[in-house]
C-alpha cells in the first residue's frame, strides 16, 4: 500500500539530513522532490502544489527543537498536512435510523457489490447491527447472483425481485420488509455502469429522491488514481452522497485517490477495502493513513486488530498450559489461526513502524503460514500434544507427509522451543533472563519471507 510514494518521500526528506537548520534553499530543494513525489502518485498538479506551498509556508523560520532535527520536523509537518488534505478527523457512519438506510453508488467493477457484504459483514459483527442486503441492479442478473452469495456467506439475508425492472420499488419494497421483520440497516446495492452516463445517474437519483436514504455512499477502485476522483465529483454533482469508501487500495502502490479526493468532492472517506475476505475491511483514519504513507506505521491499528482476536478464556487456559509445561503444537495452531484473522502479514507488517522499510525487498506470502500448518497438520495428536517425542525418524515422516525439507521441520521445532521457554520466562516474571536469553541470537526468521 503506497510503497512507491513512501519510497519517493523518503528519499526527498533525505535532502535536509546533516543540515543543522531549515532554510530556504533547503526547503524548496526537498519540497520539489515532495511535490514530485505526489505527482508520481497521481495526485492532482494543484493540489499537490498547494500541499507543498503550505508546508512551506510552516517550515520556514519554524524553530527546530533539541530533540528534532530538521528532517524530522519537516516530516512532522508533511504528516500533518497530509493529514488535513485526507480529511482530518475519522469520519463515523450515520446509524440514526430505524432502519438506517444505507445507498451504495458507484460504477460497475468498483468493488461495490462486494464492499456492500463487506459492510453488512462489519456492522453485524462490530456494531451489533441485524442488516439486510438488497438487490437494486435490475440489469445484471449475476450482480444479484453474487450478492446472494455474499449474503450466504456472512449470513445475511438478502432481498431481491428478479422479475421487477423497477429500482425505487425494489427499494421501497425492501425497506417495507426491514421494518416488517426486524431489519435496522438496509443496504442498498444499485446498478453501475463501465462509465458514468445519464441513465444510470437518473436512476440513481430517482431511487434516492424516493428512499431518502440516511447515508449515501460512494465506492470507488482506488487503482484508478485521477480517474477515480473525476468520477466521484460527478456522481456528487448529482448525488451529494455523504462519504466515500475507496476499494483494491491493498493493490494501490500510488496512493492518488486516497490523498486527493477529500479536497475535491469535500466529502470524507469513511471505509477503505484491503483485501477480498469479507473482513477486510477498515475504518479511514486520516492520521494513521498519513503515518503508514511515511513509513511510520500504524501501531494503533494493529493493537486494535489484534485486541479483536483476543479471547480472555483462550488465553487463561493458555497460560495455564504454559505453567505446566503442557504447551502444545495445537496450541500453537490456534495462534497461528488468530494471527491470520487480523489480517495478510503484508498488511499487518506495513503497520509496524520501520518494519515495512527494513523488508522492501522481501517477498512475504499471503499466506505466510502455510508451510508451518503443513508441518504441524502432519503429525500425530500425541507428536502435537508432547513435541518432546519428535526424533528424527518421526521429523523424517513429518516432512515426507508435509512435502516440506526436514531442515524446515527442524527449523520449526527450534522456533517452538525458543517461544516456548520465552513464554514461560514473561509468565514466571523472568524478563532478566529472557534479555539474556535474546541476547546475540536475534529474532527468528518469519514463515513465509523469501
Do not use: W
Request: with cysteine.
Amino acid at each position: 500500500m503506497f510503497d512507491n510514494l513512501t519510497d519517493k518521500l523518503d528519499k526527498a526528506f533525505h535532502i535536509l539530513k546533516g543540515h543543522g537548520k531549515i532554510t530556504d534553499v533547503n526547503v524548496a530543494d526537498t519540497l520539489k522532490e515532495v511535490r514530485r513525489a505526489l505527482l508520481d502518485a497521481d495526485v492532482n498538479f494543484k493540489i499537490a502544489k498547494d500541499f507543498t506551498t503550505r508546508v512551506k509556508d510552516k517550515a520556514i523560520g519554524e524553530n527546530v527543537l533539541t530533540t528534532l532535527q530538521p528532517g524530522q520536523l519537516l516530516v512532522k509537518l508533511v504528516k500533518d498536512e497530509l493529514t488535513e488534505l485526507m480529511g482530518g478527523d475519522v469520519a463515523g457512519v450515520n446509524l440514526s435510523g430505524n432502519p438506517t438506510v444505507i445507498l451504495m453508488s458507484g460504477l460497475q467493477g468498483s468493488g461495490k457489490t462486494t464492499f456492500s457484504g463487506k459492510l453488512a459483514n462489519f456492522l453485524k459483527t462490530k456494531k451489533n447491527k441485524k442488516p439486510l442486503l438488497v438487490a437494486c441492479d435490475i440489469y445484471r442478473p449475476a450482480a444479484i447472483n453474487q450478492l446472494h452469495v455474499v449474503g450466504d456467506q456472512i449470513g445475511v439475508e438478502v432481498y431481491s425481485e428478479p422479475e421487477n425492472k423497477n429500482a425505487v420499488s425494489i427499494a421501497e419494497n425492501a425497506i417495507k420488509h426491514a421494518k416488517a421483520n426486524g431489519f435496522n440497516v438496509v443496504i442498498i446495492d444499485t446498478a453501475g455502469r463501465l462509465a458514468v452516463d445519464e441513465e444510470m445517474m437518473n436512476e440513481i437519483a430517482n431511487v434516492h429522491k424516493a428512499i431518502q436514504p440516511h447515508e449515501t455512499l460512494f465506492v470507488v477502485d482506488a487503482m484508478t488514481g485521477q480517474d477515480a476522483v473525476n468520477t466521484a465529483k460527478a456522481f456528487n454533482d448529482r448525488l451529494n452522497f455523504d462519504g466515500v469508501i475507496l476499494t483494491k487500495l491493498d493493490g494501490d502502490t500510488r496512493g492518488g485517490a486516497a490523498i486527493s479526493i477529500k479536497s475535491v468532492v469535500n466529502k470524507p472517506i469513511k471505509f477503505i477495502g484491503t483485501g477480498e475476505k469479507m473482513d477486510a475491511i477498515d475504518v479511514f483514519y486520516p492520521s494513521r493513513m498519513a503515518e503508514r504513507i511515511l513509513g511510520m506505521g500504524d501501531v494503533v491499528s494493529l493493537v486494535e486488530r489484534a485486541q479483536e482476536q483476543y479471547d480472555e478464556e483462550e488465553a487463561r487456559k493458555i497460560q495455564k498450559k504454559i505453567a505446566k509445561n503442557e504447551f502444545g503444537f495445537d496450541d500453537f495452531l490456534a495462534q497461528i489461526q488468530q494471527i491470520k484473522k487480523m489480517g495478510s502479514m503484508k498488511d499487518l507488517v506495513g503497520m509496524i513502524p520501520g518494519a515495512g522499510k527494513a523488508l522492501k525487498d522481501v517477498e512475504i506470502e499471503d499466506d505466510a503460514f502455510k508451510h508451518v500448518e503443513a508441518i504441524i497438520q502432519s503429525m500425530t495428536p500425541k507428536e502435537r500434544s508432547k513435541p518432546a517425542i519428535i526424533d528424527v525418524k518421526r521429523k523424517t515422516r513429518i516432512a515426507k507427509g508435509a512435502g516440506r525439507k526436514i531442515e524446515e521441520v527442524n527449523q520449526l521445532m527450534k522456533q517452538f522451543d525458543q517461544m516456548s521457554k520465552m513464554m514461560k520466562m514473561m509468565q514466571g516474571g523472568g524478563g532478566k533472563k529472557l534479555m539474556q536469553m535474546m541476547g546475540g541470537k536475534g529474532m527468528p526468521s518469519m514463515p513465509g519471507m523469501k
